[in-house]
């Protein structure tokens, strides 16, 4: 146990004795307790294997390469449709816990082999994700911002790309493109400061 979390499972939360509960199942498969993400997130040789967080009508065991785990229990659920690599085991009550315990555990083993064998996931590229056509006339247009986009990472285009496509209306999708604008120009993700 790492003391550097005991503030997340001493806090008064819905969810405070089920968080214990996987605190004690994840610890007893060997894994390492840090505090990462404002939440305890669990290693192995200094790779994030789970880490346990919740939500308001459910608490979870994320597994950060649940994409890669075989799932035979068919338990894993991705978070969102953009979810590429997490993946996880959602809980509403501590019969839940106890009645999966065993496989929780085969989940978090199959994990660490993952680990193991340096498996990683394959992601989708920066260009298979849908370009708004207003970003792409900007890109056309303006060749200093075509420029910037192509030098940030692979992970703040994307989330340039999420935000511009969550927006259902042109003007919405406009409106937010000129925001972002500037932080592009400097090389700063979308939620850079």
Request: one cysteine or more; hydrophobic letters at 40%.
């Amino acid at each position: 146990m790492n003391p550097k979390t005991d503030w997340f499972f001493d806090k008064d939360t819905k969810w405070q004795s089920e968080y214990r509960m996987l605190r004690n199942l994840v610890l007893d498969c060997g894994l390492i307790e840090e505090l990462k993400w404002g939440v305890p997130c669990y290693t192995f040789q200094e790779s994030n294997i789970v880490l346990i967080h919740g939500f308001k009508d459910y608490y979870a065991l994320l597994f950060h390469k649940g994409a890669l785990l075989q799932d035979a229990n068919g338990i894993l659920t991705q978070q969102t449709a953009n979810v590429q690599s997490a993946r996880q085991i959602r809980f509403s009550d501590s019969m839940e816990i106890e009645k999966l315990a065993l496989t929780i555990k085969s989940y978090i083993y199959e994990a660490i082999e993952v680990e193991k064998l340096g498996l990683k996931v394959d992601f989708k590229k920066t260009m298979e994700f849908d370009i708004p056509e207003e970003f792409q006339a900007r890109l056309h247009e303006k060749a200093e911002l075509h420029a910037a986009f192509e030098n940030l990472t692979p992970g703040r285009q994307r989330g340039y790309l999420l935000y511009f496509s969550q927006a259902k209306h042109a003007k919405t999708r406009a409106s937010r493109i000129e925001k972002c604008i500037p932080n592009i120009l400097m090389g700063k993700g979308l939620n850079d400061k």
